[in-house]
């Protein structure tokens, strides 16, 4: 039975029970609602679908919810939410930029699982090589990462392969579950959240139309990204053992990273 409000489009508001991550999302909707959000296209199975994991005798029922729109200069902006209990507590929140704006992407990766927290956040770009889409979004970035990466413990070294796909500000850290990791997310996690976003928003605020052959490259990068993005989805094990292999791959290509 579904226990969540149900939802008829993208930009219904998320309500899930006992998410921990509806602040986050709280935030950036409530950030991005001066911007004129239009309904981004998603399928009504798409918007919640609710399961079952865990024994018989134990079960835990999952929901994810997407909320989705877009604005004059982003292609779509959205949010996958997982609420499982102690299974696992999801916020994937992903500002795709429309290819006529020199723009990164904006990713937040706010994961709870049995073993603790994952969370990452960043300014990704399309191109890293490319100096004049990179340099002047790094050199206000890395102020804002400085600051808070001293409040964290690092989450570790990423793949060799994921590098290209990530900025010199990423903000990655591992927490514990329990007080202690809680305090961090509120205190420093949160924070972080809403000074990478009005960094982020600022930015689009600021940025004008570029040439064809400029937006031509721009898109060329963008797909690279979107593509490793849907390749290498960490969360693809977790939504298929939730819902079996079919959603999960239409999910993950027409909903996540449907470049």
């Known amino acids: 039975m579904i ?34 959000i239009q309904p981004y296209p998603v399928e ?15 079960p835990v029922t999952v929901t994810t919810a997407t909320w989705a729109c ?27 930029p429309l290819a006529r704006f020199d ?3 904006f990713g937040g990766d706010l994961v709870t699982l049995p073993s603790g927290h994952l969370l990452a956040l960043d300014l990704q770009p399309a191109d890293k090589s490319d100096e004049a889409h990179t340099q002047h979004v790094w050199d206000r970035l890395l102020p804002i990462f400085e600051r808070w990466r001293s409040k964290l413990p690092d989450g570790g070294p990423i793949p060799a ?3 290209p796909y990530f900025s010199p500000g990423f903000l990655w ?37 570029v040439s064809d052959n400029r937006r031509d490259l721009l898109l060329a990068g963008q797909r690279r990204y979107t593509d490793y993005r849907a390749e290498k989805d960490p969360a ?3 939504l298929t ?10 999910y993950i290509h027409t909903v996540l990273f449907d470049l």
Not at 82 to 96: E, K
Not at 175 to 193: H, M, S
Not at 241 to 250: A, K, N
């Open 3 to 36: 226990t969540t409000p149900p939802r008829h489009h993208s930009t219904d508001p998320v309500v899930l029970p006992n998410w921990a991550w509806q602040p986050f999302l709280d935030d950036a909707v409530q950030a991005l609602e001066p911007l004129a």
């Open 241 to 250: 053992r939730f819902y079996g292999s079919e959603w999960t791959e239409d």
């Open 70 to 96: 877009k604005t004059e200069k982003f292609r779509q902006v959205r949010a996958a939410c997982v609420s499982g209990g102690a299974a696992a507590s999801v916020l994937n929140f992903v500002i795709n």
């Open 103 to 105: 723009l990164p992407f």
């Open 161 to 163: 392969e994921a590098q």
């Open 173 to 209: 850290t591992r927490l514990p579950l329990g007080a202690e990791g809680d305090e961090l997310i509120a205190t420093v996690v949160r924070p972080a959240f809403q000074e990478y976003l009005n960094l982020y928003l600022e930015l689009a605020s600021e940025a004008q139309p």
């Open 236 to 238: 693809r094990g977790m």
């Open 44 to 58: 009504e199975r798409f918007l919640l679908k609710e399961d079952q994991t865990g024994s018989k005798s134990k």
